[in-house]
């Protein structure tokens, strides 16, 4: 069962209904489980097991679902709940040491949590905390070196320079598809066009917007919801008028399915949200904020 789970966590099948491991005796599969789930959307269901996870007594799978709590919290730009949770993530560990191929040890475990508050940082717009943050975290899987180019690039884009994004963005996404990792892929897809989309270079804003369309579809067939809004709004702020109002409605029917889905308190967090627009709660109403803005979905 590990290695099914596994896959679709962190491989080629993250659609995979994972529902019957969340009763396994085994702690490591109901994470790998809640993984998934979070990543399909089913966010009140991920939450139970991670809110009972987070007080395990191996410190490696506490801090691991404190950090993919604190990453449900971020999606929906509640920064200062998901510092709190990152933050004591990293306290769990009090030591080193890898060999894990996707990071589920005491190392990969500490580099989630270091990414985590060094993306807290960048959502409330502390660039200086992120950029040393992110230079205490180390790649110590490929999971780690493609969540490291993420956050490498989202710190980039928040200081203004779209050109510098690009390469770590486009690192994350040739390792990700290398290891078949078809959700990392495809949120690495989303990183890089956001990257090229912003920098605008002709060339760049042509091939950013078929990248985001691409992995907007796949994201879609795979039900990762939590994609599917993001990818939309960056593409409703780019598109001609025909097109942009499709993804504007495709954005508010996935965050619709997502809230659906959420416990009370991610819902409350969308509400009062200022990373989520307004009209994505509110079908029937224009784009009124900056897509690129509001893309980040660690």
């Not at 009972?52 to 191996?58: A, G, S």
């Not at 070196?145 to 320079?161: F, I, M, P, Y």
């Amino acid at each position: 069962m590990e290695e099914e789970l596994r896959r679709a966590a962190f491989g080629d099948s993250p659609g995979h209904p994972v529902w019957p491991a969340l009763s396994s005796p085994d702690p490591k599969l109901r994470w790998l489980a809640a993984v998934t789930l979070g990543g399909q959307g089913h966010y009140a269901a991920a939450a139970t097991v991670l809110d009972t996870l987070r007080h395990d007594p191996d410190p490696v799978i506490a801090s691991l679902s404190l950090s993919t709590r604190a990453s449900h919290h971020r999606q929906l730009g509640a920064h200062h709940l998901a510092r709190a949770l990152d933050g004591e993530a990293l306290q769990r560990i009090d030591s080193t040491g890898g060999g894990d191929p996707d990071g589920i040890d005491a190392s990969g475990a500490r580099t989630d949590a270091l990414l985590g508050l060094a993306a807290d940082s960048l959502g409330v717009g502390r660039l200086v905390e992120a950029r040393r943050l992110l230079a205490r975290a180390e790649a110590v899987s490929w999971r780690s070196e493609v969540r490291l180019g993420w956050v490498s690039a989202e710190v980039e884009l928040a200081s203004g320079d779209a050109a510098a994004a690009v390469g770590p963005a486009g690192r994350a996404h040739a390792v990700a598809t290398s290891r078949k990792a078809l959700r990392h892929e495809l949120k690495s897809a989303l990183v890089l066009g956001t990257s090229l989309v912003v920098w605008g270079t002709p060339d760049g804003l042509v091939r950013g917007v078929e990248l985001i369309q691409c992995e907007l579809n796949h994201s879609a067939r795979n039900g990762l919801h939590p994609l599917v809004w993001p990818s939309a709004l960056v593409l409703a702020g780019r598109q001609a008028p025909a097109t942009g109002a499709d993804a504007g409605n495709r954005a508010v029917e996935a965050l619709s399915c997502v809230l659906r889905r959420a416990d009370p308190v991610s819902r409350r967090i969308a509400a009062d949200s200022a990373w989520v627009p307004t009209w994505l709660l509110r079908s029937g109403e224009p784009p009124n904020a900056d897509p690129e803005a509001n893309f980040l979905t660690d």
